[in-house]
């Protein structure tokens, strides 16, 4: 995965692979990946990339560590 920083949504979902994450499936209003029982909700396509802060709230979410994140 990229170094710890701002990410496209592309890189983000293929990094929720790499940590066997499954999707993204349909949700409510945004899209959704899951891991066993854990499901977590990832940000609709725009323009830009993910901030460092959604980052850490879509990884904290997962049970994610920064160094996991870095390392896959």
Not at 64 to 71: G, H, K, T
């Amino acid at each position: 995965m990229p170094p710890w920083g701002p990410v496209n949504r592309t890189k983000l979902i293929r990094g929720l692979h790499a940590l066997g994450f499954e999707g993204p499936f349909p949700g409510r209003r945004h899209m959704v990946m899951q891991r066993g029982d854990l499901t977590i909700t990832i940000p609709n396509p725009h323009e830009g990339d993910i901030s460092v802060g959604l980052l850490a709230r879509i990884l904290r979410q997962a049970n994610v560590s920064r160094e996991e994140w870095e390392v896959v």
